[in-house]
């Protein structure tokens, strides 16, 4: 890139040489050429008889000029090139970063900024390397101008330097407020995300509930912040180009003025005042670079403070193959989410037998989710530690552990996309008879064939064209796809009608007939038929056991809530 900036700047530099010998061999008078002055009118003199007449030294203008776009394009494509690969770059280890980062790290983040800065502040990697390399080409362009100035006159150019240097002087001063319009940009563009996203995804709870108006209000809100701002940004851009036009052009009027009081040649003021001109736009861009690179610095630091790794939890990978044969076992195992709000789950001990169907049972809030979470290793413990035949659970390969795990929960979590896609999500090479096998486990067949194009249905976003039994289904589907040896259902079944949950769960407990289940669940005709029973109140396990050991008082405790479910 440097490179190209110096031969571009030099073939341009030649060519407004050039130029001056080109009016004297016009005119007749190349011989005069030499009278222009220091050491470029010594060079003028020495190449004028190998140039010829005046068509000759046209035409080497002519091929300086060529040159000078070709070298302008070329410096222009490989920029753009550089630049694409450096977004895509940023957008992928950025993306890598959200997947591979602590669970628990991304859910302390605002899904605004987050958007904020994957699909947005991104992009700022490339602009600022683009400014960046404006910076450095126009610094070579300025370098080269400069040495031929200097040949030209070295008074002439000392006057000019000084007063360049007093208008980028002022510019500075005019362009301060750009880096706190900046950072006042980066929070609003976050909200704005934020604002969208809340639009975008509670679309079904604001229409629910008639809060259209108030949400639109909440958005023009923020809109006319982001317009503010940016108007602010365009004045300031506004003001500083007339100035600094104006500026130059005082500076071209001092020294035309200064060199006809002085011995300085005409020739040598014109192809001085030649140069500059031609000098300007440099600087200008220069100036505009390094402003831009100012307005960008927040949003840089945001996504290099993204991508450090610095500081940042990891869930351990795991270095111990996969292997349940005899029993998960949670050995005082206490966590929180947030220490000041106390503790989920409180030196937990219990067992989840392999081969078995072990009931999870709680009140809500009690720490079920926790549990499946610890399971998933979304989160570490605490305290405490979980064993899987005797290993600890954060020794085994992450990714082999998750691949022996299914699971379907209540609240059941789709993306985008059509049925088929959402049942992927736990095996991406499923075949399309497999998808229907699970579908079959899952009691779609019938749904699906009533829909327009099967499988292959476009569900909405998050999966809201679905009733919330159906989305269960396909939760359940998702997990059977996975053919866990680990299957955990949490309320898997709660939105469907009693006939229906008994045929699914009936075909489950075919399907994964010797696997290891974990049923969360308040039905009281699913839990008397496990294997196995954890009870727990408050974080706390308050009993485990088979279910004629932990049922009947357990039912005692809670009549009220069993009765309401009961058949």
């Not at 407020?177 to 950072?183: F, H, Y």
């Not at 691949?403 to 090479?429: C, H, P």
Request: net charge neutral; charged share 20%.
């Amino acid at each position: 890139m440097i490179v190209l900036g110096l031969l571009t700047s030099l073939t341009e530099t030649l060519g407004v040489s050039l130029v001056v010998l080109f009016l004297y061999s016009a005119t007749g008078k190349s011989n005069l050429a030499g009278q222009n002055g220091g050491l470029l009118g010594v060079w003028l003199d020495q190449i004028g008889p190998w140039m010829g007449g005046h068509t000759v030294l046209a035409f080497v203008i002519f091929l300086l000029i060529v040159a000078r776009g070709l070298l302008a394009l070329t410096y222009t494509l490989v920029n753009t090139a550089i630049g694409q690969r450096i977004s895509e770059s940023a957008r992928n280890k950025l993306h890598e970063q959200y997947l591979t980062v602590s669970y628990e790290f991304i859910r302390k983040h605002e899904q605004g900024k987050l958007l904020e800065i994957l699909a947005t502040e991104s992009w700022s990697i490339a602009a600022a390397h683009a400014s960046f390399t404006r910076v450095v080409i126009n610094l070579c362009a300025i370098v080269v101008f400069l040495s031929f100035l200097i040949a030209l006159s070295w008074k002439i150019t000392f006057l000019a330097f000084v007063g360049m240097l007093i208008v980028t002087l002022a510019v500075r001063w005019l362009s301060a407020p750009v880096r706190s319009l900046g950072a006042e940009v980066k929070l609003i563009n976050e909200s704005l995300a934020t604002q969208i996203l809340i639009s975008l995804q509670g679309m079904r709870t604001i229409r629910a509930f008639g809060q259209e108006a108030a949400q639109d209000v909440r958005f023009r809100v923020f809109s006319a912040s982001a317009r503010r701002v940016a108007v602010k940004l365009d004045r300031l851009s506004g003001v500083l180009h007339p100035v600094t036009e104006i500026a130059y052009l005082a500076i071209l009027c001092v020294i035309i003025g200064v060199g006809s009081y002085t011995s300085v040649p005409f020739p040598t003021v014109l192809a001085t005042v030649a140069l500059l001109y031609r000098l300007q736009p440099h600087i200008r861009e220069l100036e505009g670079a390094v402003l831009h690179l100012a307005q960008l610095e927040p949003q840089l630091s945001s996504v290099l403070a993204m991508l450090d790794r610095t500081g940042k939890p990891y869930p351990p990978a795991g270095v111990r193959p996969a292997s349940l044969k005899n029993a998960v076992r949670f050995e005082g195992v206490s966590f929180a989410y947030d220490p000041a709000r106390g503790q989920c789950l409180k030196a937990a001990n219990f067992d989840i037998p392999a081969g078995a169907v072990t009931g999870l049972i709680g009140a809500s809030g009690a720490g079920k989710t926790t549990i499946v979470n610890l399971l998933l290793r979304l989160y570490q413990p605490n305290e405490g530690v979980i064993t899987v035949d005797g290993v600890p659970l954060d020794e085994i390969l992450r990714s082999e552990w998750l691949g022996m795990i299914g699971i379907a929960g209540q609240d059941t979590e789709l993306v985008e996309g059509t049925i088929a896609d959402n049942i992927r999500m736990a095996r991406n090479e499923a075949s399309l008879s497999e998808i229907k096998s699970a579908g079959d486990v899952a009691g779609l067949t019938e749904m699906v064939a009533a829909l327009p194009e099967d499988y292959d249905t476009w569900i909405g976003q998050e999966g809201l064209n679905l009733s919330g039994g159906q989305r269960q289904r396909v939760g359940l589907a998702r997990a059977v796809i996975r053919d866990p040896q680990l299957l955990i259902l949490d309320e898997a079944t709660s939105e469907l009608d009693l006939g229906l949950e008994n045929q699914v769960r009936n075909a489950v407990r075919k399907r994964f007939a010797g696997r290891t289940i974990l049923l969360i669940t308040h039905r009281l005709e699913t839990l008397s038929s496990v294997d196995h029973i954890v009870r727990i109140e408050d974080g706390i396990v308050r009993g485990e056991g088979r279910s004629a050991e932990i049922l009947p008082g357990y039912v005692g405790d809670h009549s009220k809530n069993f009765s309401r479910r009961a058949v």
